[in-house]
């Protein structure tokens, strides 16, 4: 099978595409990179000999322009995998073009459920007592400062379109329950698929403490939508009662190479605050042995078919997620069998061939 992955998340098509040529078949990836993340890719439609402006321009708003440039590279593929409904930009026409040119020049397409969208800003928006909601409110929150009309709430036009894609495409594939319940009805809307980690690039190793005996905890600092003000609260509160004894770490913006050789140190892993199910990152983590704080609602484990789970689940809550540090630096000498059931989890229910292969039977039918 000749298979376009098009379009990049944390890593998410890296791994599949590492499963789908496993199992035999020929698979092209283009993408931007994922921003600073700077995933590779077959085409990498923000990497050009234009000065540095450029690039940024290309990247940031008119990566398809470099696409269609080279539309012949994405012609004549069985299957066409796009990251999200929208993979470059946020303003109208350009996304639905690119999708019906997609549809027209190969066989079938399909559209990951693997980001927030505009349907789904808007559903989860309205669902004031749900976990996400506060996910979503803070997300809005920060686009405010970049637009006068939000567009993930108040561009209806917008929607309708992301809605017409979803119409024309062959299918829509959610990797985790976040990206299940506003379509649930729809036509399109297939079997949720749990995200393909690829288990060879991650060294599982014991979760010890260092020579120094010191416990690791460490949270990635991203957008905050995902609760990192709360999660550093319980840092800042915690930072002197265990100095000398217990690493409180915090950083942001890393390479993915550096951000996996920092978990190498690391023995707890601090991620979502305001997700139901477990992220790229806490997979990663996971696959290493660390022992994930994050998403880890039993509706969500369910919808992946998990029969155990052994993430800590996290709120938004400062006094609660302090409560559960303190809880496993007492519990330190559970660590390694902790840390054995992590990476358990990720070789069950996330190995990245057997998920290619679910991805494969999928498309087929």
Same mark, same amino acid.
């Given at each position: 099978m000749r298979i376009l992955l098009f379009g990049e998340y944390s890593g998410l098509f890296n791994c599949l595409a590492d499963g789908l040529r496993e199992l035999g078949h020929e698979v092209f990836l283009a993408s931007g990179g994922d921003d600073y993340k700077d995933y590779p890719s077959?085409? %990498?439609?923000?990497?050009?000999?234009?000065p540095w402006f450029w690039r940024w321009y290309l990247n940031r708003y008119m990566g398809v322009c470099h696409v269609l440039k080279h539309k012949k590279l994405f012609e004549g593929y069985d299957v066409v995998h796009v990251i999200s409904c929208r993979p470059f $930009?946020?303003?109208?026409? *350009?996304?639905?073009? *690119?999708?019906? %040119?997609?549809?027209?020049?190969?066989?079938?397409?399909? *559209?990951?459920? $693997?980001?927030l969208d505009y349907v789904g800003a808007k559903y989860w928006y309205e669902q004031t007592d749900s976990k996400y909601y506060n996910y979503v409110r803070l997300f809005v929150e920060e686009s405010r400062k970049k637009w006068k009309v939000n567009p993930f709430i108040e561009r209806e036009d917008l929607r309708k379109e992301e809605l017409e894609i979803m119409s024309l495409v062959d299918g829509y594939i959610p990797i985790m329950y976040e990206y299940v319940p506003y379509y649930e009805g729809h036509k399109n809307l297939r079997p949720t698929i749990p995200i393909p980690i690829n288990l060879s690039k991650f060294e599982y190793a014991p979760n010890v403490t260092g020579s120094?005996?010191?416990v690791v905890f460490f949270h990635g600092l991203t957008r905050p939508s995902k609760g990192g003000k709360y999660i550093l609260?319980?840092?800042? %509160?915690?930072r002197d009662k265990y100095a000398g004894t217990v690493d409180f770490v915090s950083k942001g913006g890393l390479p993915f190479k550096e951000y996996t050789e920092l978990l190498k140190r690391t023995n707890v892993v601090l991620d979502?605050?305001?997700?139901?199910? /477990?992220?790229?990152? $806490? /997979?990663? $983590?996971?696959?290493?042995?660390? *022992?994930?704080?994050?998403?880890?609602?039993?509706?969500?484990?369910?919808?992946?078919g998990y029969q155990f789970a052994p993430a800590i689940n996290l709120r938004l809550d400062t006094d609660y997620i302090a409560m559960q540090i303190e809880k496993l630096i007492d519990e330190r000498n559970s660590f390694e069998e902790r840390g054995l059931?992590? %990476?358990?989890?990720?070789?069950?229910?996330?190995?990245y061939i057997k998920v290619a292969q679910r991805y494969v039977d999928e498309w087929s039918k």
């Open positions: 077959d085409f %990498r439609w923000d990497k050009t000999n234009h $930009s946020y303003y109208r026409f *350009i996304n639905l073009d *690119i999708f019906k %040119r997609l549809k027209q020049h190969n066989g079938k397409v399909f *559209i990951s459920g $693997s980001g120094d005996g010191k609260e319980a840092f800042d %509160r915690l979502d605050a305001n997700a139901y199910s /477990l992220g790229m990152n $806490s /997979l990663f $983590s996971m696959a290493q042995g660390r *022992i994930v704080m994050g998403g880890s609602e039993p509706i969500a484990n369910k919808e992946l059931l992590s %990476r358990k989890l990720v070789e069950e229910y996330h190995d």
